[in-house]
């Protein structure tokens, strides 16, 4: 599992969209994760650079091509159980402007995420040798919706606060976050894609504590450890029921297109 994860990093990626000549990063090392290291650390460095700490392979495709991980197939069963750490570097001139993340505009921040997410797709073919191509099929989806009551939700004023959440197993806490950034997590919590249909466009701080279910597979219950963070009292509410009684919104069963990532080919990394 991944802890501490900013979500800011996953929303808005670049989906599927090719490129004739992708960026690629300048350096990049690779190293088989030290495997006492407990949990796991993403983090975009400043100049177009990205750090991953015991890292699988299957979360860094969900990082390159903006896709959950039950939206992969295919693969050997190594690249979710080997994890590696990560540091690769951009090239100086092209990273130009990207010194303090701090003091990026939104707009700002989805172009820098949409680039490491392209070079680290040109990083998977490059030094594991990945291959993939795409899917889509009709499959369960959810929508998030508001509520009948209405949002419980604190709106968040400012063009300057800081958005993010922070979630991990049973808990999950939005700064300034968009509906969008919900619904991203509760995806992985559910374990199916979510839509935002909330018809909500601000930015909100909110915190959202549920029951998860023991028996699913660790990677739905979000980012989270799941192992040194305490979990909810027995008997809390489900995803769903908290959903409405803390936050106003609530999860609408539908039928929707799926886009899907299959693994053609993936090889273990070559050496530094």
């Known amino acids: 599992m991944i802890r501490r994860v900013s979500l800011a990093l996953l929303l808005l990626g670049p989906g599927f969209a090719q490129q004739s000549a992708p960026l690629k990063f300048e350096v990049a090392s690779i190293r088989p994760a030290n495997p006492d290291t407990p949990g796991g650390l993403i983090r975009l460095m400043p100049g177009g650079g990205l750090s991953l700490t015991n890292i699988p392979v299957r979360t860094m495709i969900t990082l390159a091509y903006d896709v959950r991980d039950f939206q992969i197939s295919g693969g050997p069963g190594w690249i979710g159980t080997e994890r590696f750490d990560v540091t690769a570097r951009a090239d100086a001139a092209a990273a130009k402007g990207q010194e303090d993340l701090s003091k990026l505009t939104d707009e700002q921040r989805k172009t820098v995420r949409d680039q490491m997410a392209e070079r680290l797709r040109a990083l998977l073919a490059d030094r594991f040798q990945l291959v993939v191509h795409k899917e889509t099929k009709e499959e369960s989806i959810y929508a998030l919706v508001v509520s009948k009551s209405g949002p419980k939700l604190k709106e968040v004023k400012g063009a300057d606060a800081k958005q993010g959440m922070n979630t991990g197993r049973g808990r999950s806490q939005g700064f300034a976050a968009p509906m969008e950034m919900l619904a991203q997590v509760l995806s992985n919590i559910v374990g199916r894609p979510v ?35 305490p979990a909810p009292a027995p008997g809390g509410p489900t995803i769903f029921t908290a959903l409405q009684e803390q936050l106003g919104l609530r999860l609408e069963a539908q039928k929707g297109p799926v886009p899907k990532i299959v693994i053609d080919r993936v090889e273990k990394p070559s050496e530094n």
Do not use: C, H, N
């Not at 909100?204 to 029951?211: G, K, P, Q, S």
């Open 195 to 229: 839509l935002d249909k909330t018809g909500l466009a601000g930015k909100y701080d909110f915190v959202l504590e549920w029951m998860p279910d023991v028996g699913a597979d660790a990677r739905a219950q979000g980012f989270g450890d799941g192992i040194t963070s």
